[in-house]
């Protein structure tokens, strides 16, 4: 039996599954760990490659690890799947992850820093108390149109439907339904004002990161997805071409080809659903406001081919690769005018 050189880590709330296996392959190890055990652990062991899954609390345990001088290599679990013999339990999970770190075409992830982290978690945390906020608007909306008042659709007139419920000398809201609209209606500035804090951090966080400043300049990208972008890919250089990263992101038509026949489906929306989600609604956004966007030959001509929610697609795709190259390249983007 040889030396530990290998380890598969299979992550868990309260109980680790260890999977430790020698430079020829022979399994050297297989243990149980408590949470409170994986540092001391670890850090009795020589330096070795520890394999995890990128699931949750994988960022955190492998800047724990790498800190012992483990080398850590994380991957997507759908990767890992594969490599599972049989029934699925933490012992199988963890010599499967073992066996996938080891292999020469395996895809890993970068691991992100706490700040990276720290980012990505203003971003989750806006996302759900917008959530919160059209959930309490819409439910205000259908309360109030019982009674029939009706306001216009948009955030911007949700401060008349909350004067409406605050104005005592209206008549079409019975005294009840008012104190329940009322305690709504807090909730939804509440709500407002926690958003408006977040969106100022995440502006704080912009500044200060040169990769969202240059990802700025791209026509279509904000500040908030050239944050969510700069926290979330932590090398560009792990894609190969920007088209790689635009299919990591699924901006990309599904292909089932076979036979030498080749199928092209709908995207394949695979990936990041939140940074998909950004890019395609900042591509709508800029094509019904931008004068340049929309005086592009190809714009146009794929206006006259296919539906506008395909051509917002398209150009978030496009998006997607000037990003990639403006990160890669660590240059502002130029406009095609000013760069002839």
């Not at 560009?236 to 089932?256: D, H, K, N, T, Y």
């Not at 929306?269 to 591509?283: E, F, V």
């Not at 004068?291 to 697609?313: D, E, F, Y």
Request: proline fraction near 4%.
């Amino acid at each position: 039996m040889g030396e530990l050189t290998t380890i598969g880590l299979d992550l868990a709330k309260h109980v680790f599954q260890v999977h430790g296996v020698d430079a020829e392959g022979a399994v050297v190890l297989r243990k149980q760990l408590r949470r409170s055990q994986v540092v001391t652990f670890f850090s009795r062991l020589p330096r070795c490659v520890v394999g995890m899954e990128a699931c949750a609390t994988a960022h955190y345990w492998a800047r724990e690890l790498g800190a012992l001088g483990h080398e850590v290599q994380l991957m997507p679990a759908q990767y890992v799947k594969a490599y599972v013999k049989r029934n699925k339990n933490d012992a199988a999970d963890a010599e499967a992850i073992c066996e996938a770190v080891t292999r020469p075409t395996m895809r890993f992830v970068p691991v992100k820093t706490a700040d990276q982290q720290s980012a990505l978690l203003l971003h989750r945390g806006r996302e759900r108390l917008v959530r919160q906020r059209t959930g309490l608007v819409n439910a205000v909306r259908g309360h109030l149109a019982e009674f029939g008042v009706i306001a216009p659709l948009g955030l911007r007139h949700v401060g008349k439907l909350i004067s409406t419920i605050r104005d005592e000398c209206d008549a079409r809201l019975p005294d009840l339904a008012r104190q329940v609209l009322q305690v709504l209606a807090i909730q939804i500035e509440q709500i407002e004002t926690a958003i408006a804090a977040l969106e100022k951090q995440l502006m704080a966080w912009h500044k200060s990161n040169p990769v969202s400043q240059r990802l700025a300049t791209i026509p279509g990208i904000g500040p908030i997805i050239a944050t969510a972008i700069a926290a979330t890919v932590v090398e560009p250089s792990g894609f190969r071409s920007g088209r790689e990263f635009a299919a990591w992101l699924g901006l990309v038509p599904r292909q089932s080809s076979t036979g030498g026949k080749v199928r092209m489906g709908g995207i394949s929306k695979r990936g990041n659903q939140y940074l998909r989600r950004l890019l395609i609604n900042g591509a709508s956004a800029n094509l019904l406001r931008s004068k340049a966007t929309n005086s592009n030959p190809w714009i146009i001509g794929l206006r006259q081919r296919r539906p506008s929610l395909v051509v917002a697609v398209a150009l978030a795709n496009k998006t997607a690769r000037i990003a990639w190259a403006v990160m890669q390249r660590k240059e502002n983007y130029q406009h095609m005018a000013v760069a002839a």
